[in-house]
């Protein structure tokens, strides 16, 4: 069953463009990872799916409803069917990981709070953060961080994740935790648009590669087609610069 | 000198001490309610003008306009414009009403950049985050962002108070039966300008200086960088 | 309600309130050049002086920064020919705005001080640079770089409050103000348009100032 169709999405910061005519079809249960030079669009795709900031053209339609970003219900709606986890965490500093992930919970849904907490907890326990509730964030590693950000976005219980280069701003040695955490939600099923730098990791776990330039897919394919036999000129170059690392 | 050690039992007094404590309540009160009042006011400006909250251009330029005129105002050309405005729209008020409104006006404009300033070091991801989970910009404001920029908007708000606090002898100019007025009285009475301004100068540094240790104790307590409390 | 706003009956009174501005802007200007030396002075013996000079100089600063101007005024005006100083009103007025300036041009000029950094005093010395280079290229522009946006705002602020001289009979702004007032009884006209000038005033001023640390001091920040 499809779950999300972008169609010839555009959007634009002020006069530039950023996103030019990006088609995509996500099926359920299905894991694209979208790659790309930096500068390509791949986080601005996402954050137009959320609707941080709003398409030019296009449409995007998720489990056969199509969005009006510009409708506040709408815009409710398809942000309760999708979740992000942001590069940079994006946690509420003034609150403890626990709270991080009861909040939206609670305070958007208005859920009973010791459901929500049992729930969080679990959440937590199974990114491996179980004796973590109580930190705040400055006390918790970029790692941490990031695990409790992803229990976050579980918590709303979304159709599809999106994931923002998520392992790039943590050190190395960290990076293993945040992917391990990935594959299990994979292993899981669950829908994915993965933003990434870690072609090994792409390699694994996506369905499908999106490769992006100048904010346009320039290729679309299963993995093994877009690394090993890259039809356009672009991905060809990408690919080989990447891979000489 | 031997005039003034003279003057000093008398000056003194139970009644003048009354008198005197009558003042200096009234200008530990008009500076508080004048500061709680347009801090709130100063608040409610900052948050019509942050587009992460209104996306109106209209309240926007409001706001923007208020605080940027109204911080540029000397306090006696406000005290002023307040004392005829309310004197010609046919209102009967106090003084004490006129000169907390002039305080209010005052700090509303500056509570207005304070509060602006906190709300900006905050960093956008935060609001990213809020939105993403479909909070709506109050709630935002309330659960997410302003806890974090309470350390940023309190220090100096404080002590700009303690600005309005000494701006506050001004309403003497209208009579208002402050600290400052009170030492006019005293010396029309025929005590010595130097017993009178001395001693009103010392309850001034007494309120003041201890309004400033507690801003910066606050702001040592609030700091971000030592670990909150659990 | 029967009065209706007539600034008509202010406008020939126009000129003569720019030449109070005018005066506004020369008090603030000699408050502030007094309170910057002498806060200069204060602000070294705060950040390297000892014992019970430095002492004196807290005590002042704290003392004033902790009184209003107004009050410290009247003191100086009313209550200094007590011990036989006898001052005229505008002199009155201009000693006490630059006293009381000194004092937070004192804390203004002390954390400059603070600001300059070991590590560039350490550099400018193994680079071999005198003493005298070393201030002339190190610590001076790091000095007037910090100290520039915050010393503007003093300025500004000191625009401002030349008012409290109309209190005292001098005819700056809202001296001129009172005087016009005196004569039409358009009050809330009057200083409807004294609150204007000072808007406009401290306005200009913050951009002139703005630009000018931005092109000659290379200074980011913003001016009040």
Same mark, same amino acid.
């Given at each position: 069953?499809?779950?999300? *169709?972008?169609?010839?999405?555009?959007?634009?910061?002020?006069?530039?463009?950023?996103?030019?005519? *990006?088609?995509?079809?996500?099926?359920?249960?299905?894991?694209?990872?979208?790659?790309?030079?930096?500068?390509?669009?791949?986080?601005?795709?996402?954050?137009?799916?959320?609707?941080?900031?709003?398409?030019?053209?296009?449409?995007?339609?998720?489990?056969?409803?199509?969005?009006?970003?510009?409708?506040?219900?709408?815009?409710?709606?398809?942000?309760?069917?999708?979740?992000?986890?942001?590069?940079?965490?994006?946690?509420?500093?003034?609150?403890?990981?626990?709270?991080?992930?009861?909040?939206?919970?609670?305070?958007?849904?208005?859920?009973?709070?010791?459901?929500?907490?049992?729930?969080?907890?679990?959440?937590?326990? +199974?990114?491996?953060?179980?004796?973590?509730?109580?930190?705040?964030?400055?006390?918790?590693?970029?790692?941490?961080?990031?695990?409790?950000?992803?229990?976050?976005?579980?918590?709303? +219980?979304?159709?599809?994740?999106?994931?923002?280069?998520?392992?790039?701003?943590?050190?190395?040695?960290?990076?293993?935790?945040?992917?391990?955490?990935?594959?299990?939600?994979?292993?899981?099923?669950?829908?994915?648009?993965?933003?990434?730098?870690?072609?090994?990791?792409?390699?694994?776990?996506?369905?499908?590669?999106?490769?992006?330039?100048?904010?346009?897919?320039?290729?679309?394919?299963?993995? +093994?087609?877009?690394?090993?036999?890259?039809?356009?000129?672009?991905?060809?170059?990408?690919?080989?610069?990447?891979?000489?690392? | 000198?031997?005039?003034?050690?003279?003057?000093?039992?008398?000056?003194?007094?139970?009644?003048?001490?009354?008198?005197? !404590?009558?003042?200096?309540?009234?200008?530990?009160?008009?500076?508080?309610?004048?500061?709680?009042? !347009?801090?709130?006011?100063?608040?409610?400006?900052?948050?019509?003008?942050?587009?992460?909250?209104?996306?109106?251009?209209?309240?926007?330029?409001?706001?923007?306009?208020?605080?940027?005129?109204?911080?540029?105002?000397?306090?006696? *050309?406000?005290?002023?414009? *307040?004392?005829?405005?309310?004197?010609?729209?046919?209102?009967?008020?106090?003084?004490?009403?006129?000169?907390?409104?002039?305080?209010?006006?005052?700090?509303?404009?500056?509570?207005?950049?304070?509060?602006?300033?906190?709300?900006?070091?905050?960093?956008?991801?935060?609001?990213?985050?809020?939105?993403?989970?479909?909070?709506?910009?109050?709630?935002?404001?309330?659960?997410?962002?302003?806890?974090?920029?309470?350390?940023?908007?309190?220090?100096?708000?404080?002590?700009?108070?303690?600005?309005?606090?000494?701006?506050?002898?001004?309403?003497?100019? $209208?009579?208002?039966?402050?600290?400052?007025?009170?030492?006019?009285?005293?010396?029309?009475?025929?005590?010595?300008?130097?017993?009178?301004? !001395? @001693?009103?100068?010392?309850?001034?540094?007494?309120?003041?200086?201890?309004?400033?240790?507690?801003?910066?104790?606050?702001?040592?307590?609030?700091?971000?960088?030592?670990?909150?409390?659990? | 309600?029967?009065?209706?706003?007539?600034?008509?009956?202010?406008?020939?009174?126009?000129?003569?309130?720019?030449?109070?501005?005018?005066?506004?802007?020369?008090?603030?200007?000699?408050?502030?050049?007094?309170?910057?030396?002498?806060?200069?002075?204060?602000?070294?013996?705060?950040?390297? =002086?000892?014992?019970?000079?430095?002492?004196?100089?807290?005590?002042?600063?704290?003392?004033?920064?902790?009184?209003?101007?107004?009050?410290?005024?009247?003191?100086?005006?009313?209550?200094?020919?007590?011990?036989?100083?006898?001052?005229?009103?505008?002199?009155?007025?201009?000693?006490?705005?630059?006293?009381?300036?000194?004092?937070?041009?004192?804390?203004?000029?002390?954390? !400059?001080?603070?600001?300059?950094?070991?590590?560039?005093?350490?550099?400018?010395?193994?680079?071999?640079?005198?003493?005298?280079?070393?201030?002339?290229?190190?610590?001076?522009?790091? $000095?007037?770089?910090?100290?520039?946006?915050?010393?503007?705002?003093?300025?500004?602020?000191?625009?401002?409050? @030349?008012?409290?001289?109309?209190?005292?009979?001098?005819?700056?702004?809202?001296?001129?103000?009172? %005087?016009? %007032?005196?004569?039409?009884?358009?009050?809330?006209?009057?200083?409807?348009?004294?609150?204007?000038?000072?808007?406009?005033?401290?306005?200009?001023?913050?951009?002139?100032?703005?630009? $000018?640390?931005?092109?000659?001091?290379?200074?980011? =920040?913003?001016?009040?």
């Amino acid at each position: 069953m499809t779950q999300l *169709v972008i169609d010839r999405l555009s959007a634009a910061y002020g006069a530039t463009p950023v996103l030019q005519d *990006v088609d995509l079809t996500v099926e359920r249960g299905e894991i694209v990872s979208v790659i790309g030079p930096s500068g390509s669009g791949k986080s601005t795709l996402l954050r137009v799916l959320v609707g941080l900031l709003l398409p030019v053209a296009g449409t995007v339609t998720v489990a056969g409803h199509k969005v009006d970003y510009r409708s506040r219900r709408d815009l409710r709606a398809v942000r309760d069917r999708i979740a992000i986890v942001f590069q940079q965490y994006n946690l509420f500093q003034n609150m403890t990981a626990l709270r991080n992930v009861t909040i939206a919970p609670t305070v958007v849904k208005r859920r009973a709070p010791a459901e929500v907490t049992a729930e969080a907890e679990t959440l937590l326990a +199974k990114v491996g953060l179980a004796d973590k509730t109580k930190s705040y964030p400055d006390q918790l590693s970029g790692g941490q961080q990031q695990r409790v950000a992803i229990a976050r976005a579980l918590a709303l +219980k979304p159709e599809v994740l999106l994931l923002d280069e998520v392992t790039s701003a943590l050190d190395p040695e960290l990076v293993g935790e945040v992917l391990d955490t990935i594959r299990l939600l994979a292993r899981e099923g669950m829908t994915m648009l993965i933003v990434s730098h870690e072609m090994g990791f792409v390699r694994e776990v996506a369905d499908r590669v999106l490769f992006m330039a100048d904010g346009r897919v320039v290729e679309v394919g299963r993995p +093994k087609q877009i690394f090993d036999e890259p039809q356009a000129a672009r991905t060809r170059d990408f690919v080989s610069r990447i891979l000489r690392h | 000198m031997d005039r003034l050690l003279e003057e000093i039992p008398r000056f003194f007094n139970y009644y003048n001490m009354i008198f005197i !404590g009558q003042a200096f309540f009234y200008t530990t009160a008009m500076s508080f309610i004048g500061c709680t009042v !347009g801090f709130a006011a100063g608040f409610g400006l900052a948050v019509m003008r942050h587009e992460r909250i209104f996306r109106s251009l209209v309240l926007r330029l409001l706001a923007i306009t208020y605080t940027e005129i109204f911080r540029r105002i000397p306090f006696l *050309v406000k005290l002023m414009v *307040v004392f005829f405005a309310f004197q010609l729209s046919g209102l009967e008020v106090s003084m004490f009403t006129v000169a907390v409104t002039t305080v209010a006006l005052s700090a509303a404009a500056f509570a207005s950049e304070n509060v602006r300033a906190g709300l900006e070091s905050v960093h956008d991801n935060q609001w990213d985050a809020a939105e993403a989970m479909n909070m709506g910009g109050l709630t935002a404001l309330r659960r997410v962002v302003l806890p974090q920029s309470w350390p940023v908007i309190i220090p100096p708000s404080m002590t700009y108070s303690v600005g309005l606090v000494k701006s506050t002898s001004i309403a003497s100019q $209208i009579g208002v039966l402050e600290l400052t007025y009170a030492a006019k009285v005293m010396t029309n009475k025929g005590f010595s300008a130097f017993l009178c301004y !001395g @001693t009103i100068l010392v309850l001034y540094f007494v309120l003041c200086f201890s309004l400033n240790r507690f801003a910066a104790w606050l702001e040592t307590r609030l700091d971000p960088t030592r670990h909150r409390p659990a | 309600m029967a009065y209706t706003l007539q600034f008509g009956q202010v406008t020939p009174y126009l000129w003569y309130m720019a030449g109070g501005a005018w005066i506004a802007l020369q008090l603030a200007g000699i408050a502030f050049l007094f309170g910057w030396a002498i806060g200069l002075v204060f602000a070294a013996v705060s950040e390297y =002086g000892r014992g019970p000079l430095r002492w004196a100089v807290r005590g002042y600063v704290i003392f004033i920064l902790n009184t209003p101007l107004l009050v410290q005024i009247f003191f100086i005006y009313f209550a200094l020919p007590d011990v036989g100083i006898l001052l005229g009103s505008y002199e009155a007025v201009a000693i006490g705005m630059a006293l009381n300036a000194s004092a937070y041009l004192t804390e203004i000029q002390r954390a !400059g001080f603070r600001s300059l950094r070991r590590q560039e005093l350490d550099a400018a010395e193994t680079i071999g640079f005198s003493r005298v280079q070393t201030i002339r290229y190190v610590v001076l522009p790091h $000095i007037v770089k910090v100290l520039f946006p915050p010393l503007s705002n003093q300025y500004i602020i000191l625009t401002m409050t @030349t008012s409290i001289a109309a209190i005292f009979g001098v005819e700056e702004l809202t001296g001129r103000a009172y %005087n016009i %007032n005196a004569e039409t009884f358009r009050s809330l006209e009057i200083f409807s348009i004294a609150a204007l000038y000072y808007v406009v005033l401290t306005f200009v001023a913050s951009t002139v100032l703005y630009w $000018i640390g931005h092109y000659f001091f290379r200074v980011q =920040g913003k001016v009040f």
